[in-house]
T-cell receptor, first 112, second 114 residues
């Protein structure tokens, strides 16, 4: 089992460009989360989903959109990238059985 | 906003020594979790302690929780070079439909020197 995978691993964007980050899980977990991690900071929650077709805002949602059309996939979109969105993005999953979260390896995004 | 704040920010010890990291938080919690992050990797769950528990052990890990002081500590005994990583505490908040949001601290960077 691959667990939680993220695509791509690295990406460089110019200001104003758009892109989509893909998170895929084969753990059959109900919950999925997108975080960003900036230097010297802990993770901050961007958006999350408690099930297929549902999404909700986290702590820092501005400038991002998400979709969860299938249970196993959670997409994070940047419509018009800004340098402030340079960060490492982590996807995580969770289950109704536990408060523990399972993290993907991360996507390093640089916006110039 | 950061709910948890770890202390110290960085810690360097010799292999075989014990490492203690502390976490303070601001509001009441359901549970507190500790995660490890190796350089360039995602976070890995280490241990969860519930608000009605005071101490929990898992292998070489010992976690304490003092809800009156709103603080927790993570002790790693007999440290190894492989323990070199950043350690984060996370408090959770119920967000509906059985799901919990985690709020992470800034982390303690542990270096274990062989």
């Amino acid at each position: 089992n691959a667990g939680v995978t993220q695509t791509p691993k690295f990406r460089v964007l110019k200001t104003g460009q758009s892109m989509t980050l893909l998170c895929a899980q084969d753990m059959n977990h109900e919950y999925m989360y997108w975080y960003r991690q900036d230097p010297g900071m802990g993770l901050r929650l961007i958006h999350y989903s408690v099930g297929e077709g549902t999404t909700a805002k986290g702590e820092v949602p501005d400038g991002y959109n998400v979709s969860r059309l299938k249970k196993q996939n959670f997409l994070l979109g940047l419509e018009s990238a800004a340098p402030s969105q340079t960060s490492v993005y982590f996807c995580a999953t969770g289950t109704i059985l536990s408060n523990e979260q399972y993290f993907g390896p991360g996507t390093r995004l640089t916006v110039t | 906003s950061q709910q948890g704040e770890e202390d110290p920010q960085a810690l360097s010890i010799q292999e075989g020594e014990n490492a203690t990291m502390n976490c303070s938080y601001k509001t009441s919690i359901n549970n507190l979790q500790w995660y490890r992050q190796n350089s360039g990797r995602g976070l890995v769950h280490l241990i969860l302690i519930r608000s009605n528990e005071r101490e929990k052990h898992s292998g070489r890990l010992r976690v304490t929780l003092d809800t009156s002081k709103k603080s927790s500590s993570l002790l790693i005994t007999a440290s190894r070079a492989a323990d070199t990583a950043s350690y984060f505490c996370a408090t959770d908040k119920y967000s509906g439909a059985g799901s919990y949001q985690l709020t992470f601290g800034k982390g303690t960077k542990l270096s274990v020197i062989p």
